[in-house]
């Protein structure tokens, strides 16, 4: 039973990164860069999910990307 609840968790975060970030579709590959852009769009779902408001994950990275005090809001919120 525990072992289906995680692959649940796991699924729905490889699916956000393939569908939200389009992670497959990644052009890096040199060094680190791999690791590095992974790293960094984990840290950002992590953000976006945090926030509490009615918006979808697509529609919260969208309006981070266009509002400079909503990321700030995003930024501020996240807890490691």
């Known amino acids: 039973m525990?072992?289906?609840?995680h692959w649940g968790i796991e699924n729905q975060l490889h699916w956000h990164l393939?569908?939200?970030?389009?992670?497959?579709?990644?052009r890096a590959r040199k060094g680190y860069a791999?690791?590095?852009?992974?790293?960094m769009r984990k840290i950002a779902l992590q953000a976006v999910k945090a926030h509490s408001d009615k918006r979808s994950v697509r529609k919260r990275l969208f309006r981070a990307a266009i509002s400079q005090d909503y990321l700030?809001?995003?930024i501020n919120n996240l807890k490691f």
């Not at 525990?2 to 609840?5: C, E, F, S, T």
């Not at 393939?18 to 990644?26: G, M, Q």
């Not at 791999?34 to 790293?39: D, E």
Request: charged fraction near 30%; hydrophobic fraction near 35%.
């Open 2 to 5: 525990l072992a289906r609840g």
């Open 18 to 26: 393939d569908v939200t970030f389009k992670e497959d579709a990644s």
């Open 34 to 39: 791999a690791q590095n852009m992974s790293t």
């Open 72 to 74: 700030k809001e995003l």
